[in-house]
Nanobody
Framework: VQLQASGGGLVQTGGSLRLSCVGSGRTFSDYSVGWFRQAPGKEREFVSFMSWNGGRVSYAESVKDRFTISRDNAKNMVWLQMDSLKSEDTAVYYC???????????????WGQGTQVTVSS
């Protein structure tokens, strides 16, 4: 599976952005998807997860109630709606496929290229 993310950009504090990710491959809809992010000087961190059929979702505490993940398996698409953005949301965002949690750690087997999100105050 190959993933292509888009939709990043520059936005002011309190604004919104919608990230998109399109996947290729016949097995896209069979696996979970998610979003991760990496801020400058920090390790990549989990943002959001959605199971293969959308029945289960999970969010990092830092984005809960502000971000919403969604998917359309017919289109091989994943989105991350980001509202009430804060300066600390500034990071490169990565879409991911076949996302799993082992203990407390989230990881993925397939990664897209990142898209930069910059939130200015």
């Amino acid at each position: 599976v190959q993933l292509q993310a888009s939709g990043g950009g520059l936005v002011q504090t309190g604004g919104s952005l919608r990230l998109s990710c399109v996947g290729s491959g016949r097995t896209f809809s069979d696996y979970s998807v998610g979003w991760f992010r990496q801020a400058p000087g920090k390790e990549r961190e989990f943002v959001s997860f959605m199971s293969w059929n959308g029945g289960r979702v999970s969010y990092a505490e830092s984005v809960k109630d502000r971000f919403t993940i969604s998917r359309d398996n017919a289109k091989n698409m994943v989105w991350l709606q980001m509202d009430s953005l804060k300066s600390e949301d500034t990071a490169v965002y990565y879409c991911a496929h076949d996302v799993n949690k082992l203990g407390k750690e989230w990881s993925a087997n397939n990664w897209g290229q990142g898209t930069q999100v910059t939130v200015s105050s």
